[in-house]
């Protein structure tokens, strides 16, 4: 499928993917570009990259693919350096996990169409590093791929292609609405299993007491600080409306507990009872 590819961000995404594409012979070579040595150390070691770089100029020289596997925050001025060095038939994807900002700065600074795709595989864990990749770990899981009028048709098709060939579903979304939806079904319920997680703990020792109920709601707490603030400063629209309308759900039913109104709580876990089968599929 590519000659080289220049993985920008070796962590857990990033070296899955290396590790994906090298067992599917997706790439004749892998180019991983990271800001610290010893993660590029663990990736050469783990064979999810042939060769490794500190520069991402040096890093992306002869690639026919980029994919920027590092934080949300960073996608936008590594866009910037790229723009300026990639080769014209290069295609450039990311797997950040907002959309809205990274596409509108794209659009606004790539010439038209751009070979940009922006991209953002659903699969996660609470863990992170290069130590943590698995060929598999994209199995079974949803890519989200950006779909607009200014984007590389031939582009896109090759990236939607890449995240088929290790073993996603490719669905296109307008990046806005990827940020409204995912703002409301990953990182608002990411903020509230921090509070509620933040709240048990003021309780001091109370370990024995945890079922697997606070289990569930607080599993994705453990995730990376850093990985939730970036996501949380480039979606900050939709994760403030998430938010109110979080809290108008609280506000009602606080006034329903106080007012001992017992066939409005009912009602209430009913609701969300019902909401939950239609979103989720077991």
Same mark, same amino acid.
């Given at each position: 499928?590519?000659?080289?590819? +220049?993985?920008?961000?070796?962590?857990?995404?990033?070296?899955?993917? @290396?590790?994906?594409?090298?067992?599917?012979?997706?790439?004749?070579?892998?180019?991983?570009?990271?800001?610290?040595?010893?993660?590029?150390?663990?990736?050469?070691?783990?064979?999810?990259?042939?060769?490794?770089?500190?520069?991402?100029?040096?890093?992306?020289?002869?690639?026919?693919?980029?994919?920027? %596997?590092?934080?949300?925050?960073?996608?936008?001025?590594?866009?910037?350096?790229?723009?300026?060095?990639?080769?014209?038939?290069?295609?450039?994807?990311?797997?950040?996990?907002?959309?809205?900002?990274?596409?509108?700065?794209?659009?606004?600074?790539?010439?038209?169409?751009?070979?940009?795709?922006?991209?953002?595989?659903?699969?996660?864990?609470?863990?992170?590093?290069?130590?943590?990749?698995?060929?598999?770990?994209?199995?079974?899981?949803?890519?989200?791929?950006?779909?607009?009028?200014?984007?590389?048709?031939?582009?896109?098709?090759?990236?939607? %292609?890449?995240?088929?060939?290790?073993?996603?579903?490719?669905?296109?979304?307008?990046?806005?609405?990827?940020?409204?939806?995912?703002?409301?079904?990953?990182?608002?319920?990411?903020?509230?299993?921090? %509070?509620?997680?933040?709240?048990?703990?003021?309780? @001091?020792?109370?370990?024995?007491?945890? @079922?697997?109920?606070?289990?569930?709601? +607080?599993?994705?707490?453990?995730?990376?600080?850093? +990985?939730?603030?970036?996501?949380?400063?480039?979606?900050?629209?939709?994760?403030?409306?998430?938010?109110?309308?979080?809290?108008?759900?609280?506000?009602?039913?606080?006034?329903?507990?106080?007012?001992?109104?017992?066939? @409005?709580? $009912?009602?209430?876990? $009913?609701?969300?009872?019902?909401?939950?089968?239609?979103?989720?599929?077991?």
């Amino acid at each position: 499928m590519f000659k080289q590819v +220049t993985i920008a961000g070796v962590g857990l995404l990033g070296s899955s993917l @290396g590790l994906a594409m090298k067992s599917r012979g997706l790439a004749k070579r892998v180019v991983g570009v990271g800001r610290r040595q010893c993660s590029l150390d663990v990736a050469l070691e783990r064979g999810a990259i042939d060769v490794s770089s500190l520069d991402l100029v040096t890093g992306v020289e002869g690639s026919d693919c980029v994919v920027l %596997a590092g934080p949300a925050a960073l996608v936008i001025p590594m866009l910037d350096t790229l723009r300026l060095v990639v080769n014209d038939d290069c295609i450039i994807t990311d797997v950040a996990s907002t959309k809205g900002a990274i596409a509108a700065h794209a659009d606004a600074t790539w010439h038209a169409p751009r070979r940009f795709i922006g991209a953002h595989p659903m699969a996660g864990a609470e863990v992170f590093g290069p130590e943590h990749g698995e060929a598999h770990f994209y199995e079974g899981s949803v890519c989200l791929v950006e779909e607009g009028d200014t984007l590389d048709a031939g582009a896109r098709a090759k990236v939607c %292609a890449l995240w088929e060939a290790v073993g996603t579903e490719v669905v296109g979304i307008d990046p806005a609405k990827h940020d409204d939806i995912l703002a409301h079904t990953s990182h608002v319920p990411h903020i509230l299993a921090s %509070a509620i997680a933040e709240l048990a703990g003021q309780q @001091g020792d109370i370990s024995k007491f945890v @079922g697997n109920g606070f289990r569930d709601v +607080t599993r994705i707490a453990a995730g990376r600080p850093e +990985t939730w603030r970036d996501i949380s400063l480039t979606n900050k629209a939709a994760i403030l409306q998430g938010v109110k309308a979080m809290r108008g759900r609280l506000d009602e039913f606080s006034a329903l507990l106080a007012a001992e109104d017992g066939a @409005g709580l $009912e009602d209430y876990f $009913e609701a969300g009872k019902v909401a939950r089968e239609k979103v989720v599929e077991e």
